[in-house]
């Protein structure tokens, strides 16, 4: 995990620079290559675009309100 961190500190800033379209605020995915063992870029995003790959909200927001239910009637 602290490589792929280091990594991201070091080409961040770099890519900052190169991608200004993407915005002040974006995420970067990093992975291992599998044939060198070095981190490597995958790809870049806007913020609002982090995490929501493959994701279903709503049934992660139907599990946070089943919770809040729950919880509140325990009270």
Not at 6 to 27: I, R
């Amino acid at each position: 995990m602290n490589v792929l961190v280091g990594f991201g500190h070091v080409v961040g800033p770099q890519l900052f620079a190169q991608a200004p379209s993407l915005g002040d605020v974006w995420v970067m995915d990093i992975a291992i290559n599998s044939d060198t063992g070095e981190p490597v870029v995958i790809e870049l995003n806007p913020a609002h675009n982090s995490g929501l790959y493959a994701s279903q909200p709503r049934i992660r927001m139907q599990y946070v309100h089943r919770r809040i239910r729950e919880r509140t009637c325990a009270s």
